[in-house]
């Protein structure tokens, strides 16, 4: 591990985790606007998505390689209020519990009180739920005989698979488009409904490509004022890189990290996924970039291991959302369980296993962090240099990679 990474790592693991008001702020200031009462739900949830990433907070830290948090720092973890809103009561249990705490300030607390609690009060999705149910489930939640998850939380369990490596957002936009042409609103009772889900669609498409310009010329700016030619010229293509993904398909590895990490910041900032949205099988994602840039010369191994585990830095800065009620005390994490594997076999049934899953696992090792999770698929097919790799991980006692067994 470089000193680079050391620092990157040692920040990510000594920064204190605290409650953002900033998401919650700006959802808020759009919902109470009125624009949301014009709209339909698909579109309306959309232009949240949009106003929240014209507005939010841009983080560039020092020595990163990959950009974007979902708070206005690391570890700054927002709440998400048209799910479940926090009562001052949930900040103080966050706030001063031993375990699985986050450090809630005076400011966010005012904010809160005086303008989330007195909108969402009772217009929540949980708020709406529990006002449905009856005393008695009401008690025995009460009494903590049972918790709740996804009244408070987004359905999760996503994993991506290998289209956004080939196509940019400007493609998912025409094919929105040509979606949107080949309506039948004649012949087609949900015609209207569908071209609602797809206008939020476009909506959500151009809000995470102008999230990323705007990153774009957040980093060419920092980099007129930086004084190391070195990190400088970093800063410039980094500021390339922003410019062209995720509105056009990956060239290079470094590129190909930082569209996904767009597409997962895009995803945990909408919602609260429970659990994790996670990048799958990344060795077979990203090798074509990897040996395409090793066999020009662009990167070489040692490069490859400081993006992914720079990479690697940004998962473990992004702490779960905290939950309320009972669920807050009996429920207590901060990973979001986001699981990258490797290994396994391909399409055909024939070894996967590649040159970038041998690096990957390196990086596991090294890292040693609460985010992301890991895992290793085993197959009959895969060289025994792989389990033995993963086995001498495991065995120091980190708790990562976990084992799965590709053929049963």
């Known amino acids: 591990m470089n000193e680079r990474i050391k620092k990157l790592r040692e920040k990510s693991l000594n920064t204190e985790e ?14 109470s606007s009125g624009e949301a009462e014009k709209l339909s739900v698909p579109v309306t949830r959309a232009k949240a998505f949009q106003y929240i990433l014209e507005h939010k907070e841009l983080y560039i830290g020092e020595d990163e390689l990959i950009v974007g948090e979902r708070g206005p720092s690391p570890k700054a973890t927002p709440t998400f209020p048209e799910l479940c809103t926090h009562s001052l009561e949930d900040f103080d249990i966050l706030h001063k519990r031993e375990k699985i705490s986050f450090k809630v300030d005076e400011e966010t607390k005012s904010y809160q009180s005086e303008n989330v609690i007195p909108f969402w009060s009772g217009r929540s999705i949980r708020d709406r739920i529990l006002n449905e149910m009856d005393e008695n489930w009401k008690d025995a939640y009460s009494a903590g005989i049972f918790t709740e998850f996804m009244e408070q939380r987004a359905p999760g369990h996503t994993v991506l698979d290998d289209k956004i490596y080939r196509m940019g957002f400007k493609d998912f936009k025409e094919n929105i488009k040509n979606s949107i042409e080949t309506l039948d609103f004649y012949n087609d009772p949900d015609a209207f409904e ?11 498409a151009d809000a995470l490509i102008n999230f990323a310009k705007r990153y774009s010329i957040k980093l060419s700016e920092v980099a007129k004022q930086e004084p190391n030619q070195s990190r400088k010229d970093e800063l410039e ?3 390339g890189i922003c410019e062209r993904v995720p509105e056009n398909a990956p060239n290079t590895f470094w590129e190909a990290l930082q569209y996904y990490w767009f597409v997962h910041l895009g995803v945990i900032t909408e919602l609260n996924t429970w659990d994790s949205f996670n990048p799958g099988r990344l060795d077979q994602h990203l090798y074509p970039f990897y040996k395409r840039d090793i066999d020009s010369g662009l990167l070489d191994k040692e490069g490859a291991k400081t993006l992914l585990q720079a990479f690697w830095v940004k998962f473990n800065n992004q702490p779960a959302p905290p939950k309320v009620g009972i669920t807050s005390k009996e429920s207590n994490t901060y990973t979001d369980f986001c699981l990258i594997n490797v290994g396994g076999v391909n399409e055909k049934g024939e070894d996967a296993v590649n040159e970038l899953s041998y690096l990957i696992l390196d990086v596991i090792k090294e890292m040693r962090l609460l985010q992301p999770s890991s895992m290793v698929q085993i197959s009959k097919k895969n060289p025994n240099q792989l389990v033995k790799k993963a ?3 495991i065995r120091t006692g980190y708790g990562q990679p976990s084992l799965f067994n590709t053929e049963a």
């Open 18 to 31: 605290t409650i953002s008001i900033e998401r919650a702020r700006m959802l808020t200031e759009f919902y």
């Open 237 to 239: 293509t980094m500021a």
């Open 391 to 393: 086995f001498s991980i």
């Open 194 to 204: 569908k071209r609602a889900e797809l206008q939020a669609m476009e909506i959500a």
